[in-house]
């Protein structure tokens, strides 16, 4: 890399402190923070939601099965498509009508206090692990394009995340999450059509693929391993903590289905885009020492000066849109789950806020200090199926189907975590079982004891009325007076600070490509950057008035 391109990573990390920056001023409250007072649009709880799933995992882990296997890599990816739609058709209304401003805050109502701190603080646990990946993959991915160290590297990206998520909070996290979807969308595609190029074209990729680049090729691709893996990352989503706090932070239920909808959209057609540089890659540089580097390593040979700059800050703009979520679900947990409902029952707004904000900046070290050793357990896919094997299951299936099934108890939601780990511990580490069985076990044992105590474990009177208290919530609609009202000035200050956002990328993308102008990437980075210009332009016509409430 060069000078030009640290230059754009400089200035890309400025705009987004910015955004986080700005709206610290406006975030008053707790329901500000941690749900955004619930009036995140659903499109851009859409896009915000799509951008939390994503990260650099994706252009390292995902992007090195398609670099050795071809097209099973979007197969894999493609899991992604049947979840957000189940959480949007299913799960949105219920998660909406819950009234909650944690995703654990429910299990106290549905289950008992017990329930609800084991699973904050196992929920925490897992959450912390599964971050600790993502922030790796994008250190390896600095490392390699940069003259930075592994170590460094995470350590710097993990301090950017920490410092706009601290000041702004929800609303911060799903601003960011906007900007960096452009950003993330123009760097991409502008690989894409060099990458054909360098290949000779679309026709010649496609010819020259190997018999096996196939959609179900390699030890990934096989019908039990596929079945399992979209069985565990359905279930593993909808309980996704972020994925759960988008749902209660819109406006009503109809916003979170078509959330659920956009976010499965997406997740079905730019993974398509993403992929043809790994494969191109494979044609183009076919004896990598790490097939994980794929991508990283087309972009350095194909993308010039600034442009290289523009790319990394792609992906950190992948890496920081699912870190900066989960830094705010995870400490909204820890500050309404467990330090004002055991510490400080009667803390004020403004302790909470203070509080939320040091919940934010622990968990935020705690992942940095982690990741510094996700090497050590094979890298970021080996890692994170590991990790969800454990963890993800037991603590997940309590949480979704604690909402669909009302018979079920306290006594297996605990049962359930319990033998779940122990079944995936033992399962993982015996010779001879293969990781899609474990975790095939495991979910049925989960399921079988979650499900099971609502025949051999019976509630009392009192807990009986309670849980049918909350199911009856559920299935009530949420009143039109209930519904929360927008401000209009707010609104304005929003669309504005996005725009003046989206206006300096294009103005970024501009600048970079401006001295290679005169070949083919420099022409596709003006035109991403006067792309993002004609958005504002025509955003400026959507401004809402300066009065009124909506």
Same mark, same amino acid.
């Given at each position: 890399?060069?000078?030009?391109d ?6 890309y990390?400025?705009?987004?402190a910015?955004?986080?920056? +700005?709206?610290?001023?406006?975030v ?9 007072g ?9 896009i915000?939601n799509?951008?939390?799933l ?11 099965? /398609? ?7 979007l197969?894999?990816?493609? %899991?992604?498509?049947?979840? $957000?739609l ?5 799960f +949105?209304?219920k ?33 912390v692990? @599964? ?5 790796y993959? *994008? ?8 003259p930075?160290?592994?170590?460094l590297a ?5 301090? *950017? ?10 609303? +911060?996290v ?5 900007? #960096? ?6 760097? $991409?595609l502008?690989?894409v059509?060099?990458?054909?190029r360098a ?8 010819? #020259?693929?190997?018999d096996?680049?196939?959609l ?36 009503d239920?109809s &916003?979170?289905?078509?959330?659920g ?18 494969? /191109? &890659? ?9 097939n994980?580097?794929?991508y ?6 194909l993308?010039? &000066? ?6 990394l800050?792609?992906?950190f /703009?992948?890496?920081?849109s699912?870190? @900066? ?7 909204s947990?820890?500050?309404?789950d ?12 403004k302790?909470?806020?203070r ?8 968990v ?5 200090v ?8 094979g890298?970021?896919?080996e890692?994170?199926k590991?990790f ?18 009302r018979?079920?108890n306290?006594?297996g ?9 122990? $079944?995936?511990?033992i ?5 001879g079982v293969s ?9 049925v044992? %989960?399921?079988?004891?979650?499900l ?6 019976k509630r ?7 849980v ?6 559920? @299935?009530?609609?949420i009143?039109? #007076?209930d519904?929360?009202?927008i ?16 206006? /300096? ?5 501009l ?11 420099? #022409? ?6 006067g ?20």
């Amino acid at each position: 890399m060069h000078t030009l391109d640290y230059v754009a990573i400089v200035i890309y990390m400025l705009i987004v402190a910015t955004i986080g920056t +700005a709206l610290g001023f406006f975030v008053k409250n707790i329901s500000d923070y941690f749900k955004g007072g619930s009036t995140i649009p659903w499109y851009v709880g859409g896009i915000s939601n799509f951008m939390g799933l994503f990260s650099t995992f994706v252009f390292v882990a995902y992007a090195g099965i /398609a670099y050795e296997h071809g097209l099973v890599a979007l197969t894999i990816i493609w %899991c992604a498509v049947p979840a $957000t739609l189940i959480g949007g058709l299913i799960f +949105a209304k219920k998660w909406r009508r819950a009234g909650i401003v944690s995703p654990v805050e429910f299990m106290e109502e549905r289950f008992s206090s017990p329930v609800r701190q084991v699973f904050s603080w196992g929920g925490i646990f897992f959450r912390v692990l @599964d971050n600790m990946v993502r922030l790796y993959a *994008i250190g390896v991915f600095i490392s390699t394009a940069t003259p930075l160290s592994l170590n460094l590297a995470i350590f710097l990206a993990g301090i *950017i995340v920490v410092f706009y998520t601290v000041v702004g909070g929800l609303w +911060a996290v799903v601003l960011t999450d906007v900007v #960096q979807f452009f950003v993330l969308i123009a760097a $991409t595609l502008i690989l894409v059509p060099l990458s054909l190029r360098a290949v000779g074209g679309f026709g010649s990729l496609t010819s #020259q693929l190997p018999d096996h680049f196939t959609l179900f090729h390699g030890p990934k691709g096989n019908g039990f391993y596929l079945l399992v893996y979209y069985l565990m990352f359905t279930i593993k989503n909808n309980g996704n903590w972020s994925f759960i706090q988008r749902f209660y932070s819109v406006k009503d239920e109809s &916003s979170g289905r078509k959330m659920g909808i956009l976010t499965a959209v997406m997740f079905f057609v730019f993974p398509i885009f993403f992929f043809i540089p790994a494969i /191109a &890659s494979a044609q183009l540089f076919p004896n990598l020492a790490n097939n994980e580097m794929a991508y990283v390593t087309i972009a350095l040979e194909l993308l010039p &000066s600034g442009i290289m700059g523009l790319m990394l800050a792609a992906m950190f /703009a992948a890496t920081m849109s699912s870190l @900066d979520s989960e830094y705010n679900v995870i400490a909204s947990v820890i500050t309404s789950d467990i330090y004002k409902r055991y510490l400080r029952p009667q803390a004020t707004e403004k302790e909470m806020m203070r509080m939320g904000r040091v919940a934010t900046l622990i968990v935020g070290s705690l992942v940095i200090v982690g990741a510094l050793y996700v090497e050590k357990l094979g890298g970021a896919f080996e890692a994170s199926k590991l990790f969800t094997g454990l963890f993800a299951i037991p603590l997940v299936i309590p949480v979704i189907f604690g909402v669909l099934v009302r018979k079920a108890n306290a006594t297996g939601a605990l049962l359930s975590l319990v033998l779940g780990v122990l $079944t995936g511990i033992i399962l993982n580490f015996l010779p001879g079982v293969s990781w899609e069985m474990a975790t095939f076990l495991t979910i049925v044992v %989960c399921l079988l004891s979650f499900l099971g105590s609502s025949y051999w474990s019976k509630r009392s009177v009192e807990n009986t009325e309670k849980v049918n208290a909350f199911f009856t919530k559920l @299935d009530t609609p949420i009143a039109e #007076q209930d519904k929360p009202a927008i401000d209009i000035g707010f609104q304005r200050v929003l669309l504005i600070l996005f725009m003046m956002s989206l206006a /300096a990328v294009g103005i970024l993308f501009l600048f970079m490509g401006f001295p290679s102008v005169a070949e083919y990437s420099g #022409q596709l980075a003006m035109g991403a950057g006067g792309a993002c210009l004609l958005v504002c332009l025509g955003l400026y016509f959507f401004l809402p008035p300066r009065s009124a409430r909506v």
